[in-house]
């Protein structure tokens, strides 16, 4: 399965972390650890940037995020204009931080910085994958 | 305080929504002003740097063209980008060639004609402007990253919104004294206001516009300065510095790291600080920026960047004036060009040249550059 699976809009197609889109359609937020020195790394890379090896495991991400910062997103890039609006936004889950789009069922009065939330993975009516955050 | 490299030489395009002409002609307008203000010819020039972000140009090399165009055949020349800070990167190449000897009068141009294409394929790659792999496909733009700085400031020292449109309202005050602005406007606080959200709590009036436009510097090794200019503006300090494209690899979101790296390089390297500075140009692509430019230069210590605005501080008669040319809210965001106009309005400042806009007696100015959402940031410390 290809990476340009991942997303509303996919810019990429080959990468050696294409597992992430297997573990995707199967509900599983996956990010990669170093065997060698144990740094993890989300989004997924398939090289260490500390140690300079490539020998990588798939970890899941999982428990509740805290939240960073967020958007709501008026006007859209190319590909996107169909889609607006939708919320940006950063969550901490203490070993790694994730970038993504809230569900849309989640009304922007209700997020606010701090609040924890969970990700799960979601199919897109375009037959893509992609993952979003939800209450907790 | 070094004094190894000056600028003899500084000049502008008007900054316009639709330059009409061609790349080379855009780049022509600055060059020239900038050669003529130095007094010397294309045979004093050693080399040349070219700063453009090449998603914008439909030429390829862009670098070859000018220094056919502009007449710096058969010297050197090197194309270079940081996205929106590329001119200052070239400013920090050129003092490098200079300081190592290898050349002795180097010209750094800036450029941009972001009419150059059409404007589905402007928003295009704006989408692409982010991590391609994992932030793209969830439909980013530039707005909605500072959008996401914003809140986070908001969130951790309780700026709000109206703190940001004071930065727009100073913006364009500026702006209608400013001929080579594209936007001339005053707007009051209610106007910024009640403007609508482009990606919350960011509004249309807190985003600058895009624009063609060029700038060029033309530097020269100290020897070469005091035998050609009358009023050398010296290259005190320089600094740079980077942080993660995605916004995951930051540590927060209520600063720009690469800015604070490079401010305290520049600074280090001048042997001076914050208090030091008459006049400062900062990137106010969004008026967060600027905000965040006040806490991560010094001006104010982090989380109280918006008392400054409030007590009129960054105004003309404040403490430390900043952007009082207009600003990129006001002047517009000519990529590759914008960092070079930033540079052109401190050095006019410091040869007491300014104008309606001249900080009286400013000794030492300093201009913060930023390339995309603070991947790139480049502080330079000019002084007489």
């Not at chain 2, 972001?114 to 402007?122: G, K, L």
């Not at chain 2, 052109?344 to 930023?370: C, F, K, S, Y």
Request: net charge negative; proline share 4%; with cysteine.
């Amino acid at each position: 399965m290809g990476f340009e699976k991942f997303g509303h809009v996919s810019f990429t197609s080959q990468t050696k972390t294409d597992a992430f889109v297997e573990y995707l359609v199967k509900d599983e937020i996956r990010a990669t650890k170093c065997r060698k020195c144990g740094r993890v790394f989300f989004p997924p890379q398939a090289d260490c940037s500390s140690c300079l090896e490539s020998d990588m495991d798939w970890v899941k991400v999982e428990g509740n995020g805290k939240i960073i910062s967020f958007t709501k997103v008026n006007y859209g890039p190319t590909g996107f204009e169909s889609d607006v609006p939708y919320i940006l936004a950063l969550a901490d889950f203490g070993e790694v931080k994730v970038f993504g789009r809230f569900s849309k069922e989640i009304p922007e009065e209700q997020i606010k910085v701090g609040m924890e939330v969970k990700i799960q993975a979601v199919s897109l009516p375009n037959g893509q994958v992609s993952y979003q955050f939800i209450r907790d | 305080m070094p004094k190894d490299v000056a600028i003899i030489g500084v000049g502008q395009s008007t900054f316009v929504r639709n330059y009409e002409g061609s790349i080379r002609e855009l780049a022509f307008e600055a060059y020239s002003e900038a050669m003529k203000d130095a007094g010397i010819t294309n045979s004093d020039v050693s080399a040349s740097i070219i700063c453009s972000a090449p998603e914008y140009d439909k030429q390829r090399s862009p670098a070859g063209l000018m220094a056919e165009y502009l007449g710096l055949n058969p010297q050197p020349t090197f194309a270079l980008e940081s996205v929106c800070s590329s001119s200052t990167s070239g400013l920090r190449v050129g003092y490098a060639l200079i300081k190592s000897g290898l050349h002795d009068i180097v010209v750094v141009l800036g450029f941009q004609k972001m009419s150059e294409i059409t404007s589905a394929d402007s928003q295009e790659r704006m989408g692409r402007g982010a991590d391609i792999m994992w932030e793209s496909p969830f439909g980013t733009m530039m707005p909605a990253y500072y959008a996401m700085h914003a809140r986070a400031h908001f969130a951790r020292y309780g700026t709000t919104e109206e703190d940001l449109a004071l930065i727009r309202v100073k913006a364009t005050k500026y702006g209608t004294l400013n001929e080579r602005a594209v936007y001339r406007k005053q707007l009051t606080l209610e106007q910024c206001l009640n403007s609508e959200y482009i990606a919350s709590p960011l509004k249309k009036f807190d985003c600058c516009a895009n624009a063609d436009g060029s700038s060029c510097m033309i530097l020269a090794s100290a020897d070469r300065a005091k035998e050609i200019s009358k009023k050398p503006v010296w290259i005190l300090g320089l600094g740079s510095g980077t942080a993660s494209l995605t916004m995951t690899g930051r540590d927060a979101l209520d600063g720009l790291n690469c800015a604070r790296v490079a401010a305290k390089e520049a600074y280090e390297m001048a042997g001076v600080g914050p208090q030091d500075i008459d006049v400062a140009e900062v990137h106010d692509c969004f008026t967060i920026a600027e905000m965040m430019a006040y806490e991560n230069l010094g001006f104010a210590e982090p989380g109280k960047g918006a008392e400054l605005i409030r007590e009129g501080e960054t105004y003309l008669e404040g403490k430390i004036p900043v952007n009082v040319d207009g600003g990129l809210l006001s002047k517009g965001h000519p990529i590759g060009a914008t960092g070079g106009s930033q540079v052109r309005t401190i050095v006019l400042q410091l040869r007491g040249e300014a104008g309606d806009i001249q900080v009286p007696g400013a000794e030492i100015g300093l201009v913060h550059n930023i390339g995309g959402v603070g991947i790139y940031g480049n502080v330079a410390i000019l002084g007489r």
